[in-house]
């Protein structure tokens, strides 16, 4: 099945400063990649996702690029602020069937913390 | 938030007792999820639903059943707690033609959670 691989496990940015997650996935069918964003105490959130047609989406100060030949994906925060500070996680929704359409398969996180 | 309830929000319980975690929607989504979540390992997939009655598998299910009557609830049970399930657990709902937020069709929205302890 699908494994997806997530980089660095922790990430600490002076506020300004830009931030870069990287993931890395195994099935090359995959073809849908959200980023989650989880602040201390609450629920995952959607942020941004990329489809596989597309190289690269961009949201405000937040961006995802695509790398289908390599199997990679990265998220880039830029112009980071104290809010910022959560824990982040990628995904990739695997092969699916029409049992299986939205399932997806989550890297492990990154906390990222943002020092004013 | 989309309309996503966990009950309890907390529980704590004792090995070798059963535990009841229901997962309540409004949303009239067709899928939904269990995921637990524990340091280091991010989000894992328990079971999940596509439909009333259609159940299947992920990839933790090991100690895990679920149960599917109606639409808008989904209810994972541990028949006998252990303490390595001692964890959050997080319910997801999705559906390709709902989307409370009018975002694109693959989003998952999250509950907010029940945190289990078993001693």
């Known amino acids: 099945g699908e494994n997806v691989e997530q980089h660095p496990s922790t990430l600490s940015v002076q506020e300004g400063d830009s931030a870069v997650i990287k993931c890395t996935y195994s099935?090359?069918?995959?073809?849908?990649f959200p980023w989650y964003k989880q602040e201390l105490g609450k629920r995952p959130q959607l942020i941004i996702d990329?489809?596989?047609?597309?190289g690269e989406k961009k949201d405000q100060r937040i961006a995802v690029t695509l790398n289908k030949t390599a199997k990679h994906f990265s998220l880039h925060i830029t112009e980071t602020q104290p809010e910022d500070s959560a824990v982040y996680f990628c995904?990739?929704?695997?092969?699916?069937?029409?049992?299986?359409?939205?399932?997806?398969?989550f890297g492990a996180g990154t906390q990222v913390v943002v020092t004013p | 938030d989309a309309g996503i309830t966990q009950s309890p929000r907390h529980k704590v319980t004792e090995t070798g007792t059963p535990v009841t975690l229901r997962c309540h929607q409004t949303?009239?989504?067709?899928?939904m999820y269990w995921y637990r979540q524990d340091p280091g390992h991010g989000l894992r997939l328990i079971h999940y639903?596509?439909?009333?009655?259609?159940?299947d598998k992920g990839e933790v299910s090991d100690g895990y059943s679920v149960s599917r009557s109606k639409t808008e609830d989904f209810l994972l049970t541990l028949e006998s707690a252990t303490s390595s399930q001692t964890s959050v657990y997080f319910c997801?709902?999705?559906?390709?033609?709902?989307?409370?937020?009018?975002?694109?069709?693959?989003?998952?929205?999250f509950g907010p959670g029940t945190r289990l302890t078993v001693l």
């Open positions: 639903s596509y439909g009333v009655k259609d159940t």
């Open positions: 997801a709902i999705s559906d390709w033609e709902k989307n409370p937020s009018g975002s694109p069709d693959h989003e998952q929205f």
């Open positions: 995904a990739a929704r695997p092969r699916k069937t029409t049992d299986s359409w939205g399932k997806l398969q």
């Open positions: 990329i489809r596989s047609n597309v």
């Open positions: 099935d090359s069918a995959s073809n849908y």
């Open positions: 949303e009239n989504h067709r899928y």
